[in-house]
């Protein structure tokens, strides 16, 4: 991952950004690597380094200005000054000591500095604005060498300058060679869930019990990449372009059974059958990006017979490569290929049924939760990968009768023609896989914010009735 900031010209008044790093004659006392905000103390390095120094105070002195800081110091590369003073503790380590004093033996001053990353609190009026530039992506190889530098000078004040950069950071990720990733295994899913179960009593005569429940079997192999690429200002907090980039190779094999031996109706909900968290692009006090893939499950049915009936809901996606918001110059591809395996169905005759209507639902979700400069604005970005499946029975069944059929898609099944259950069976599949987001984030994109990467629609079979085969 790279952060680029500048203190040239449009990027940011020297006088609102300032350094102190070993490289700008500091050093730094008591720092944790881990804390977003937090006291530490500072010396300057030397007699000759004290001109370097002093930028930290320039114009407008320490407090509100932002500082770049050393690697081991701060969860962040950058914090915000908020107050400054000269603390009553003045000793040094001896390390530091025997770097810093002086030949005449005079110890210089220690200073303190309370740091945290609340950009937002720094005041424009008198800092004029920061910018900033990010990029970063999950690609192995990728990792660490987007090294675009965003313009600076004249060029950064033009829009183009900045919209070539972001594109130029995207083209990169969007780019990147299929084989690199499919290596890498991320996501490896076989597991059965349950959907819903409902039992049922009669008091007759005769007297049973009876029950309607589904199941979802899913079986998922998935390898996904992430990246991102933004441009804006810290002071004050606001991305003026941004965009995401999901790379996603897939092979699907999902499918919901139903099984009941009476007439009813039952409804398992959105469920969240799966939730694997995925590696964080994390800028701290900048950009964080946590990723995350879910899949979620729904069953309805409303039946009037005994029904043992089994959607396939499966698909492979090869080389999908999605950015959102909808980037110029730069086009969401994939090959989607729906499964091909038959409607499976069998019937038995324990009531009349006049309509049978059972809805399958799956759908395995890529989520990436923004978090921008501070909580300036938030907002989930995500990738559905939908399929369902709704079947539509008209059937006639005898008492005690039984039938069961295959229905291969796009085909018309027929049977003996004395068989006890018969009937029309209408079965359509829609797989869709879109990106779309939760929130408003700044004005880049809201919820009317859509890409879409794949649609279709189609049917089993269409306006003919079947004739299931029949076992008395």
Known sequence: MTVELTSHN?????????????????????????????????????????????????????????????????????????????????????????????????????????????????????????????????????????????????????????????????????????????????LDISKNYPLFSKSLSCAGPPPFNASIGANADVNAHANISLGVAAVGTIVPPKLTQFSAFVGLDADIRNSITLVGNAAGGADSGNLTLFHALLPTLDFPGLLTVGPSFKIFGQATANVGVGVDLTVDLSYTVSGAKLVYPPAHGTNSTGIFIPGNEPLKLAVTGNATSTESVVTAQLTPRIELGLDALGGAAKATVFVNLDSSSTVLMNLNAASNAAGSSNIPPGNTTTGDAGASVNGCITAGSVLNAYAGTDAKFFDLFDHSTSVSLYAKEWQFQVSSCAILNSHP
């Open 10 to 186: 449009q990027w940011g008044s020297p006088n609102a950004i300032s350094d102190i790093t070993t490289a700008a004659g500091w050093t730094i006392i008591g720092c944790s690597p881990n804390a977003t905000a937090q006291d530490i103390r500072i010396v300057c390095n030397s007699d000759a380094d004290r001109k370097r120094c002093k930028h930290l105070y320039r114009r407008i002195g320490a407090d509100g200005k932002l500082v770049r800081l050393p690697e081991a110091c701060g969860k962040s590369p950058f914090a915000r000054v908020v107050k400054t003073w000269v603390p009553k503790d003045q000793t040094l380590p001896a390390d530091v000591s025997r770097r810093v004093v002086r030949r005449s033996g005079a110890q210089p001053l220690v200073m303190a500095l309370t740091l945290d990353t609340n950009f937002a609190a720094i005041d424009p009026a008198l800092t004029g604005q920061v910018s900033i530039a990010i990029a970063g992506s999950t690609v192995p190889g990728l990792d660490g060498n987007i090294t675009v530098i965003p313009p600076v000078g004249e060029a950064s004040e033009s829009p183009r300058a900045l919209e070539s950069w972001i594109g130029h950071a995207l083209e990169k990720l969007h780019s990147f060679d299929k084989s690199v990733t499919t290596t890498v295994p991320l």
